[in-house]
């Protein structure tokens, strides 16, 4: 897997022998076990955006338990962080499920949010891919829908979400009634 790192310097930052004062170092890392903390953390700051927006029978106190994160990474999803200065901003899962790969859990912090975090993540993931990539999220996180397609994916009638659901994922019946599936890639 490529790291792909980055520089980031503030507007009134000035160069001094080659180094800058105030200099932030950030770069996409694999995320480890050692990480696991750091993303639930991430995941459900992030996932308090939901609450009061996608069906209350949808939402629960802590939106991502522990158990439910490592079950996901045992059945394969493998997180890529943004990762300032040792400290992870936000974090995208790849899940390859039969012909296709899956975005997973895709949450950037909330004191992070609109700094193009998210946007990096999915582009490192994209430039990866070798095969069509899907990704579910909340009919009602309209925000969502609008960044995915902002990067190129397109919104797929009901008739497919409810069939690529069924087929890549393992959700309940009225996660389904409630979800919607954007495409990359077909």
């Known amino acids: 897997m490529v790291i792909h790192s980055f520089r980031f310097f503030a507007a009134n930052d000035t160069l001094d022998t080659g180094m800058a004062r105030g200099q932030s170092f950030a770069m996409i890392r694999p ?27 949808r939402w629960h106190e802590p939106y991502m338990p522990r158990e439910e994160l490592e079950h996901e990474i045992a059945a394969g999803v493998e997180f890529s962080g943004w990762d300032e200065a040792g400290r992870l901003a936000g974090v995208m899962g790849l899940q390859p499920v039969k012909d296709v790969l899956l975005i997973r859990h895709a949450y950037v912090r909330t004191a992070q949010r609109q700094l193009g975090i998210g946007g990096k993540l999915l582009k490192h993931l994209v430039a990866s891919a070798d095969r069509r990539m899907l990704v579910g999220t909340w009919k009602a996180a309209s925000w969502a829908v609008r960044f995915y397609e902002k990067h190129g994916f397109r919104l797929v009638g009901d008739e497919e979400k409810n069939r690529l659901l069924r087929t890549y994922w393992t959700v309940p019946d009225r996660q389904i009634e409630t979800s919607v599936v954007l495409s990359l890639g077909d």
């Open 31 to 57: 995320c480890s076990a050692g990480d696991i903390p750091e993303i639930l953390t991430i995941i459900n700051d992030a996932a308090s955006a939901y609450r009061g927006v996608i069906p209350a029978d």
